[in-house]
């Protein structure tokens, strides 16, 4: 977890898996520390949203984005899909206003062929038949709260992506595969001296 107006990490663990429950642990300590929260940038894990009390919590608009790449694929076929990716592709350039007019257009446009069932040959039930784009949609208008949060606290300049930790994660990563052979405790170490640095 780190400091997003200069990149300096506030606080690190070593964990086996994420949990929600882990940082809201982070979270804890770094305020414990006397740390001041003001905002919350974070890639839209499962219940993290209402985690934090009254913290603003901002969804980073490029994990939205490779959310909705994954159900529509990089090339999606239909005429819906290619109008939704290339909506979602325009979400860091768009204002709140203008993204929820234009995700709202789309959906008056596409709401029947969204909602079509096919029916189970096999077993008669019913089911929708573009699954992979109704999810796409969904987890925008699921997400659509978190979206902007940025805009609506200007005055906290939160970011509106996780860029500046990626970078650093992907930096690291980086260092690590130079120095492959590194025992457990020396790459810890390693990682120490990184986010020192």
């Given amino acids: ?5 200069d990149g ?11 949990t929600n429950a882990l940082y809201l ?30 913290i603003p919590v901002q969804m980073c608009q490029f994990h939205q984005i490779q959310i909705v790449q994954r159900y529509l694929t990089r090339k999606p076929k239909s005429q819906a899909a290619i109008e939704l ?9 768009l204002s709140k206003v203008d993204f929820i007019n234009d995700l709202n257009n789309w959906y008056l446009r596409w709401s029947e062929y969204l909602n ?5 040959p096999s077993t008669g039930k019913t089911y929708y038949t573009h699954k992979r784009l109704r999810s796409a949609y969904l987890s925008l208008k699921r997400h659509l709260p978190y979206l902007f949060v940025f805009e609506d606290y200007k005055e906290l300049m939160i970011p509106n992506t996780t860029n500046t930790l990626d970078g650093q994660f992907a930096d690291l990563k980086n260092k690590l595969r130079n120095h492959n052979g590194l025992s457990k405790k020396r790459k810890i ?8 640095a």
């Fill in 8 to 18: 300096v990490v506030l606080y690190k663990q070593y964990v086996r898996y994420e």
């Fill in 189 to 196: 170490k390693f990682i120490d001296g990184f986010f020192k």
């Fill in 1 to 5: 977890m780190g400091n997003s107006l």
């Fill in 25 to 54: 642990a982070g979270i804890s300590e770094i305020s414990r520390r006397g740390i001041s929260i003001q905002g919350i940038v974070c890639d839209g894990r499962q219940g993290l949203f209402g985690l934090f009390g009254d």
């Fill in 85 to 93: 990716k290339k909506l979602t592709l325009k979400l860091t350039k």
């Fill in 116 to 120: 079509e069932r096919s029916k189970s």
